[in-house]
C-alpha cells in the first residue's frame, strides 16, 4: 500500500430527470479529519450523511467543497419561501445609507429580487428524496478523484521521503564512523597543549590526565544515541514501505530522530561530527515537512 497525500481535489457532476447535481471537493493537510462541504438550502438535510460518506473514505486531512442543484423543467415547485428578515434588514441598511448620502428613497418591492437568498422555492419531500441518489453518484464520484489525487501525490512524497531518510542515514554513518576517534583526538591535542606549555615534560601516562582523557570520552560517546537514532530510521522505513494511514507514526518518529540527533550535537566535541549534525537538522526538517502532508 503506498502513501496517501492530504492534498487533492475532485471535482465530479450526475443528471437525472429532476435535477443536475455538481459535487466540487478539495483537501489540505490537517491533523484529524475536518469536513467542511456547503449545500443550498433545498439539500440541506443531506448534510448528515453527506458528512458521513466523507469520513468513510478520509482519514485525514481538512475537506472542503460545495454541491450544487440545478432543478430541471420537470421538478415543480412545492411553494415559495420569502426571507423576511433578510428583506427587512436590506431594506433598513439601505434607507440609512440613502439617508446619509442625501439621495431619494425610491427603493420598491422589486429591488429586493436582486438579494441572494431572498425567495427560494420549496421543493417537495418527494422530490428530495429522489434526489439523493444524484447527490451521492456525484459525491462518490468526486470523492474517488480527489482520493486519486491524493494517492499519486502520496507516490511522489514517498519517493521524496525516502530520499532523504536515505540522507540521514548516510549522515549517521559518517557520524558512527567519525565517533570511536573524538577521545583520542581530544588527548593528542591535549598532550600537544601540556607540551607547548610545559616543554620537556613527560604526562603520557600521567594518572590526571588519562582520567580526563576518560571523563571526556564518557560525556562524547554517542553510541546510544546512534543506536536509538537507527531503530527510529528502521520503523520510518517500515511505515513508508507500509504505506496507509501512517502520518501521525512517522510525525512522532520525526521528533523522536530530532531529540536524538540534537543530543549527539550536544555531547560530540568535535567539529566534523558537527558539521554533519546541522546537515542532518536541516535534512530532517525537511523530511518533517513532507511528513506533513501525509495522512
Given at each position: ?19 443536475r ?10 491533523k ?14 443531506f ?7 466523507v469520513?468513510?473514505?478520509l ?6 467543497g ?10 415543480q415547485a412545492?411553494?415559495?419561501?420569502v ?13 440609512a445609507?440613502?439617508?446619509?448620502l442625501?439621495?431619494p ?7 429586493l ?12 419531500a ?5 434526489l439523493?441518489?444524484l ?7 468526486a470523492?474517488?478523484?480527489?482520493q ?11 519517493r ?7 540522507t540521514l ?7 558512527a564512523?567519525r ?16 607540551a ?10 600521567d ?30 522505513e ?5 504505506g ?8 512522532f518518529l ?8 540534537n ?5 560530540a ?13 536541516a ?8 511528513v506533513?502532508?501525509?495522512?
Amino acid at each position: 500500500m503506498s502513501l496517501t497525500s492530504m492534498t487533492g481535489r475532485g471535482v465530479a457532476a450526475a443528471a437525472g430527470r429532476l435535477a443536475r447535481v455538481e459535487v466540487e471537493l478539495s483537501s489540505v493537510n490537517r491533523k484529524q479529519l475536518d469536513v467542511d462541504v456547503g449545500l443550498p438550502r433545498c439539500l440541506a438535510s443531506f448534510a448528515a450523511p453527506v458528512q458521513q460518506r466523507v469520513q468513510s473514505r478520509l482519514a485525514r486531512g481538512r475537506v472542503t467543497g460545495e454541491i450544487r442543484a440545478t432543478w430541471t423543467e420537470a421538478a415543480q415547485a412545492s411553494g415559495v419561501r420569502v426571507d423576511l428578515g433578510l428583506a427587512r434588514a436590506a431594506v433598513e441598511a439601505l434607507r440609512a445609507a440613502a439617508k446619509k448620502l442625501d439621495l431619494p428613497d425610491d427603493l420598491q418591492a422589486s429591488d429586493l429580487l436582486a438579494l441572494p437568498g431572498l425567495v427560494t422555492l420549496e421543493r417537495s419531500a418527494r422530490d428530495l428524496e429522489t434526489l439523493w441518489p444524484l447527490v451521492r453518484q456525484a459525491l462518490d464520484a468526486a470523492l474517488a478523484k480527489l482520493q486519486a489525487m491524493r494517492k499519486k501525490e502520496g507516490a511522489a512524497l514517498g519517493r521524496d521521503l525516502r530520499a532523504r531518510l536515505a540522507t540521514l542515514r548516510k549522515l549517521a554513518r559518517e557520524i558512527a564512523a567519525r565517533a570511536p576517534g573524538v577521545a583520542a583526538t581530544y588527548r593528542a591535542n591535549l598532550l600537544a597543549r601540556i607540551a607547548a606549555a610545559l616543554p620537556g615534560s613527560d604526562l603520557a601516562a600521567d594518572e590526571r590526565l588519562l582520567k580526563e582523557v576518560a571523563l571526556f570520552a564518557d560525556k562524547a560517546d554517542v553510541a546510544e544515541e546512534l543506536v536509538r537514532l537507527d531503530s527510529h530510521f528502521r520503523q520510518a522505513e517500515d511505515l513508508l514501505k507500509q504505506g496507509g494511514v501512517v502520518g501521525r507514526a512517522l510525525d512522532f518518529l520525526v521528533q523522536e530522530m530530532g531529540r536524538e540527533i540534537n543530543t549527539v550535537g550536544s555531547k560530540a566535541n568535535d567539529a566534523e561530527i558537527a558539521r554533519r549534525v546541522v546537515a542532518a537538522k536541516a535534512e530532517l526538517e525537511r523530511f518533517r515537512e513532507q511528513v506533513q502532508n501525509v495522512e
